[in-house]
């Protein structure tokens, strides 16, 4: 059960930083979300947004960082 909570408080700090790293673009004006390749439709009293290039861009982006930390642990 320890194993358990040891991950899930790994991924309270992951959203952390991912929180953090959002809120640090939001100030520098990156595109994320307004990109070419994100949709969005708006009518009366609705939106749909459909992040689809942010979310490429992001995967891309966490793969990388991800491939570094595990080749630099062994």
């Known amino acids: 059960m320890s194993d358990l909570g040891r991950i899930l408080v790994g991924f309270g700090f992951l959203l952390i930083i991912v929180g953090v790293i959002l809120i640090f673009?939001?100030?520098?004006?990156?595109?994320?979300?307004?990109?070419?390749?994100?949709?969005?439709?708006?009518?009366?009293?609705?939106?749909?947004?459909?992040?689809?290039a942010s979310s490429?861009?992001?995967?891309?982006?966490?793969?990388?960082?991800l491939w570094l930390i595990s080749h630099f642990r062994r």
């Open 56 to 65: 490429i861009v992001i995967s891309v982006v966490l793969s990388l960082l």
């Open 25 to 52: 673009a939001g100030r520098f004006n990156l595109p994320l979300g307004r990109l070419p390749g994100d949709f969005s439709w708006k009518g009366r009293g609705w939106a749909v947004s459909f992040p689809l």
